[in-house]
């Protein structure tokens, strides 16, 4: 079945260090979004793209990148994670112009 | 930006009981209300969703109703089941676009 995947799972990782973690789709989706779930916060974006050479800063980008590498992938990297970076990230994917997004498995990461 | 709040944050409810998840947003241009479930451990779900032209929208058990002058949404569950314990996620979306979500609402249904 299509699926939205994401590499790693859970990630222990110390102040500092850069992190990448990458999502990858064969729904065929043209838009990808990357959130930060935190206990009692909900879902946040972090960032979106609706193309290929489409990127967009969401509610809390500061400290986050990202790059669309193809289609059917989208990475999220932590230049220098900092504790309070720990939190579940999920990637989701839409079709243009309908309603549903697919969440990938989500990568739980921890900063120490 | 959107804001959207969710209420209440922690809702327990016997077997069998109604639950009632209520949802606020503040930008009128918002036109597409979905509501998500989220299993222990799991994905977010798409249950069901409602869009800014019709005012209620149900599925079997669950329901949603919208109102749109006063800018807020609710979910219904009805007869409630064990298996119906999760949190419960509204959000909001203008054209499908970016989307809201509240703060995420854990209904635990009591056997």
């Known amino acids: 079945d299509a699926d939205v995947t994401q590499t790693p799972r859970n990630r222990i990782t110390k102040t500092g260090k850069r992190i990448m973690l990458e999502c990858s789709q064969t729904?065929?989706?043209?838009?990808m979004y990357w959130y930060r779930q935190d206990p009692g916060l909900g879902l946040r974006l972090i960032y979106y793209?609706?193309?290929?050479?489409?990127?967009n800063k969401g509610e809390i980008s500061d400290g986050y990148s990202v790059s669309r590498q193809a289609q059917a992938k989208f990475s999220l990297s932590l230049e220098s994670a900092i504790p309070n970076q720990t939190a579940l990230y999920f990637c989701?994917?839409?079709?243009?112009?309908?309603?549903?997004?697919?969440f990938g498995p989500g990568t739980r990461l921890t900063v120490l | 930006g959107e804001n959207v709040e969710q209420h209440p944050s922690t809702l327990s409810v016997q077997e069998g009981d109604s639950a009632v998840i209520k949802c606020t947003y503040s930008?009128?241009?918002?036109?597409?209300f979905p509501w998500y479930k989220q299993e222990l451990g799991k994905r977010p779900q798409l249950i069901i969703d409602?869009?800014?032209?019709?005012g209620e929208k149900k599925d079997q058990r669950i329901a949603v109703t919208l109102n749109k002058t006063a800018k807020h949404f609710s979910l219904h569950i009805t007869e409630t089941q064990p298996e119906d314990s999760a949190v419960y996620f509204c959000?909001?979306?203008?054209?499908?676009?970016?989307?809201?979500f509240g703060s995420g609402t854990k209904l635990n249904v009591k056997p």
């Open positions: 729904k065929g989706h043209d838009r």
């Open positions: 793209s609706f193309d290929v050479k489409d990127i």
């Open positions: 409602i869009r800014s032209n019709v």
């Open positions: 959000a909001a979306s203008s054209y499908f676009n970016k989307f809201y």
């Open positions: 989701a994917t839409s079709v243009t112009n309908t309603n549903e997004q697919f």
């Open positions: 930008d009128s241009a918002s036109n597409y």
